[in-house]
């Protein structure tokens, strides 16, 4: 069974980099036909995509967060990684990667439980 | 690239059909026909409901439908029950922006 699962600190302080790991179980991150991403959802608000990757192909990033963010992968651990730079109190979300099918849109599906980031000094 | 549109909130009875609103763009929802949408109970991480439009992934109830007319996608519950109550978010591909949500509608069984 797929199984995704975040991790890393659950505070970061203002204009310093957040990092965070997702660390697959069930399939390899190298596996054709899937990308793998990063969404996040601010306390009591909506859900925000911030990018995926497809394993030797490229890697995506919303517009709004491009010049932040960075996705990468580690192939020997089975895990992909995040990191959003310089981030203020609105980069405050839970953060959750999941994996999507290809060419079917955005086929979210497993999500992982997904990880609060507080940013605070 | 803005959030789509959906209404805050949508009610009914026990029963009852729904129905919520997705609005987007020619640049999204309105070019590609890859509409999803997903349930998100309270603390829940959210679930895929449907996809590509109109499409059911395995083991999600027939009582969910979805459409779409031009630049708006629709996401209908029929015979509303007390465990349908959640937030319903959709999200749409968007071409060289990636994928954009939904601002999410918040759906309460009376």
């Known amino acids: 069974q797929l199984q995704l699962q975040e991790s890393g600190p659950g505070l970061v302080k203002p204009s310093e980099t957040l990092s965070l790991t997702c660390t697959v179980s069930?399939?390899?991150?190298?596996?054709?036909?899937?990308?793998w991403g990063w969404i996040r959802q601010p306390p009591g608000k909506g859900l925000e995509w911030i990018g995926e990757?497809?394993?030797?192909?490229?890697?995506y990033y919303n517009p709004s967060l491009k010049s932040r963010v960075t996705i990468s992968a580690d192939t020997s651990k089975n895990q992909f990684s995040l990191r959003l730079s310089s981030v203020t109190a609105a980069d405050t979300a839970t953060y959750s990667c999941a994996r999507r099918r290809s060419g079917s849109g955005p086929t979210f599906d497993p999500w992982g439980q997904g990880t609060l980031v507080t940013v605070s000094s | 690239q803005s959030a789509l549109t959906q209404p805050a909130s949508v009610s009914g009875s026990p029963g009852q059909s729904i129905t919520i609103s997705c609005t987007g763009t020619s640049s999204d929802v309105g070019s590609y026909n890859v509409v999803s949408w997903f349930q998100q109970h309270p603390g829940k991480v959210p679930k895929l409901t449907i996809f590509e439009v109109n499409k059911r992934p395995s083991g999600v109830s027939d009582r969910f439908s979805g459409s779409k007319s031009g630049n708006t996608a629709s996401l209908t519950i029929s015979g509303l029950q007390a465990e349908d109550e959640a937030d319903y978010y959709c999200?749409?591909?968007?071409?060289?922006?990636?994928?954009?949500f939904g601002t999410g509608t918040k759906v309460t069984v009376l």
């Open positions: 069930g399939d390899s991150i190298t596996s054709s036909g899937y990308y």
């Open positions: 990757f497809y394993y030797g192909g490229s890697t």
């Open positions: 999200c749409s591909y968007a071409g060289i922006s990636g994928h954009v």
